[in-house]
């Protein structure tokens, strides 16, 4: 198709040709620019095209002229203006989406941006809820909190087909949830330091709460912390933990729930403690015993050593006797040759 754009001022003037459509509508100009005299005409071509994405329905497409008066070659103002439209009508297959942030009370969380991908590529965004005709396929729908990412859902849209996607916003959790065990010197549990960092990305909540569940062993409620308005950010808050009546053997499991005018927000992971009251005491038993063991290892060797080394003494003794009393006998058999000797010499 075609527009036709004259000039019936009485100077020449220069002409430039754009045109609005839907992003997935593609539009080629013969010409885009051009001079016109007095009383002259110009035919400018429009071809369009739709992407293979572009959504089935009626649209609407306009092609623009923005008249300048020149002097010379230069435009120096624009002295008119003005516009053809066309109804353009897209066929194909098309699906209805739409999507819509909620907290955990079911109100459209406002501040959430949406933001809708096909194949990684987005093509919608929106505030709090997100509605769009779209082309049948597969998409995932994001929400983000200042900047975070709050909720995700993957989903196909079928020909025809018209679907609504909630997301449960992520706006308030525990970015640190611990319990601590804290012992004296000889191993004795004394109490469970609890620790919980909540960050709250939606808006300031009234009259919050975060009470501590501990089950188990026990069945407590207990509030650790309170405040009339729980702000944007984190949170810290500490709570030290003794049972009611005291430590037993067995498991303590720990949760945590963040509440505002009776809501929960959020809720922590599970943590557990195993307690056993008793292991101190069968540790010293058992480290008496070891120590009782040992002495007794100890004076054994000891006794074998004396008595090796008395034996050896003994053995000694005996051998020192017995040298003692060879020594005597040699001098004895000495004294008898001398006497021989000294009779033999008479005898000569």
């Given at each position: 198709?075609?527009?036709?754009?004259?000039?019936?001022?009485?100077?020449?003037?220069?002409?430039?040709?754009?045109?609005?459509?839907?992003?997935?509508?593609?539009?080629?100009?013969?010409?885009?620019?051009?001079?016109?005299?007095?009383?002259?005409?110009?035919?400018?071509?429009?071809?369009?095209?739709?992407?293979?994405?572009?959504?089935?329905?009626?649209?609407?497409?306009?092609?623009?002229?923005?008249?300048?008066?020149?002097?010379?070659?230069?435009?120096?103002?624009?002295?008119?203006?003005?516009?053809?439209?066309?109804?353009?009508?897209?066929?194909?297959?098309?699906?209805?989406?739409?999507?819509?942030?909620?907290?955990?009370?079911?109100?459209?969380?406002?501040?959430?941006?949406?933001?809708?991908?096909?194949?990684?590529?987005?093509?919608?965004?929106?505030?709090?809820?997100?509605?769009?005709?779209?082309?049948?396929?597969?998409?995932?729908?994001?929400?983000?909190?200042?900047?975070?990412?709050?909720?995700?859902?993957?989903?196909?849209?079928?020909?025809?087909?018209?679907?609504?996607?909630?997301?449960?916003?992520?706006?308030?959790?525990?970015?640190?949830?611990?319990?601590?065990?804290?012992?004296?010197?000889?191993?004795?549990?004394?109490?469970?330091?609890?620790?919980?960092?909540?960050?709250?990305?939606?808006?300031e909540l009234p009259n919050t709460t975060i009470v501590l569940h501990v089950t188990g062993n026990t069945n407590e409620t207990i509030e650790i912390y309170k405040t009339p308005k729980l702000l944007l950010e984190r949170t810290e808050a500490k709570y030290?933990?003794?049972?009611?009546?005291?430590?037993?053997?067995?498991?303590?499991?720990?949760?945590?729930?963040?509440?505002?005018?009776?809501?929960?927000?959020?809720?922590?992971?599970?943590?557990?403690?195993?307690?056993?009251?008793?292991?101190?005491?069968?540790?010293?038993?058992?480290?008496?015993?070891?120590?009782?063991?040992?002495?007794?290892?100890?004076?054994?060797?000891?006794?074998?050593?004396?008595?090796?080394?008395?034996?050896?003494?003994?053995?000694?003794?005996?051998?020192?006797?017995?040298?003692?009393?060879?020594?005597?006998?040699?001098?004895?058999?000495?004294?008898?040759?001398?006497?021989?000797?000294?009779?033999?010499?008479?005898?000569?």
């Amino acid at each position: 198709m075609y527009v036709v754009i004259f000039n019936k001022m009485d100077r020449p003037v220069l002409v430039n040709v754009t045109y609005e459509a839907p992003e997935f509508i593609k539009i080629n100009l013969s010409s885009t620019g051009y001079y016109l005299n007095p009383n002259e005409y110009r035919k400018v071509y429009v071809e369009l095209k739709a992407d293979e994405d572009a959504v089935p329905g009626n649209y609407t497409v306009k092609v623009i002229a923005i008249v300048y008066e020149t002097e010379g070659d230069l435009p120096v103002k624009v002295v008119a203006s003005a516009a053809q439209e066309a109804d353009v009508t897209v066929t194909g297959e098309k699906a209805f989406v739409e999507v819509v942030a909620v907290d955990p009370v079911g109100n459209i969380a406002e501040v959430a941006l949406i933001k809708l991908f096909k194949e990684n590529y987005e093509i919608a965004s929106a505030y709090g809820k997100l509605e769009k005709r779209v082309t049948p396929g597969n998409y995932t729908a994001v929400a983000y909190l200042l900047n975070e990412e709050a909720a995700r859902k993957s989903f196909t849209l079928k020909p025809d087909e018209h679907k609504r996607i909630e997301l449960l916003i992520k706006a308030v959790y525990f970015e640190v949830f611990d319990v601590l065990p804290a012992r004296d010197q000889e191993g004795r549990l004394g109490y469970a330091q609890v620790i919980a960092v909540v960050k709250n990305l939606y808006m300031e909540l009234p009259n919050t709460t975060i009470v501590l569940h501990v089950t188990g062993n026990t069945n407590e409620t207990i509030e650790i912390y309170k405040t009339p308005k729980l702000l944007l950010e984190r949170t810290e808050a500490k709570y030290n933990y003794i049972p009611e009546g005291g430590w037993k053997d067995g498991k303590y499991i720990f949760q945590a729930k963040v509440i505002s005018n009776g809501v929960v927000y959020a809720i922590s992971p599970k943590k557990e403690l195993e307690v056993s009251v008793a292991k101190p005491i069968e540790k010293a038993i058992s480290g008496v015993v070891i120590a009782i063991a040992l002495l007794l290892i100890l004076a054994v060797l000891l006794i074998l050593l004396l008595f090796r080394r008395r034996k050896r003494e003994k053995i000694l003794e005996e051998i020192y006797g017995n040298l003692k009393r060879s020594l005597e006998t040699s001098r004895e058999c000495v004294g008898d040759v001398k006497e021989m000797n000294e009779g033999l010499k008479k005898f000569v």
